[in-house]
């Protein structure tokens, strides 16, 4: 029966099993933003058509994806995850292990950060809600200091070698008091 819900319907000439979301722009918008965000800044490759999950997000069920976020983003490891859990309890603990690192950081919003039974569900308002929780406390991608693209890193390279930059600096003294 049709029930008037055009989510999850079978886009006309797909593949059995894949089913397209129709989604309003904002999503589509906010979907691609977190997954380029990811991308950039830890290295997680989650899809915007994951994110754009009705229900379920199922890449952040185990806590693999999670685990990589918090580590990336807070610069410090997430200890004694499952690699491969099983049951629901263990991908339960995933979860919680990510979400305690996360809880140290002052200026990120409670809301998501004991959820982590949802998250292991893969409910989509729970995770879409942690990401964007993370991506306003931790700000917009950028290079991490230190590494550059062998594009950027080339054209500044040539750049100082003609500047005061690439000269070492006397150190200065500090003025007493």
Known sequence: GASGRQAGRQAPGARRGLYVSFK?????????SLSAWMRARAGVEISEHALLADETITEF???????QLTEALSREDVHGITANPRSFAARRHNAE????????????????????????????????????????????????????A??????????RAGSHLSQPQPARARPPG
Not at 24 to 32: D, H, N, P, S
Not at 61 to 67: E, F, N, P, R, T
């Open 24 to 32: 309003g722009t904002e999503e589509v918008a906010l979907a691609r």
């Open 61 to 67: 069920q185990d806590g693999s994806a999670l685990k």
């Open 97 to 148: 292990q990510s979400l305690r690192v996360l809880r140290k950081r002052p200026n990120l919003a409670l809301d998501h950060l004991y959820a982590a039974d949802a998250l292991a569900r893969g409910e989509a308002v729970v995770v879409l809600g942690l990401l964007q929780d993370l991506k306003r406390a931790f700000g917009p991608a950028h290079v991490p200091v230190g590494t550059r």
């Open 150 to 159: 062998p594009a950027i890193a080339v054209g500044l390279a040539s750049a």
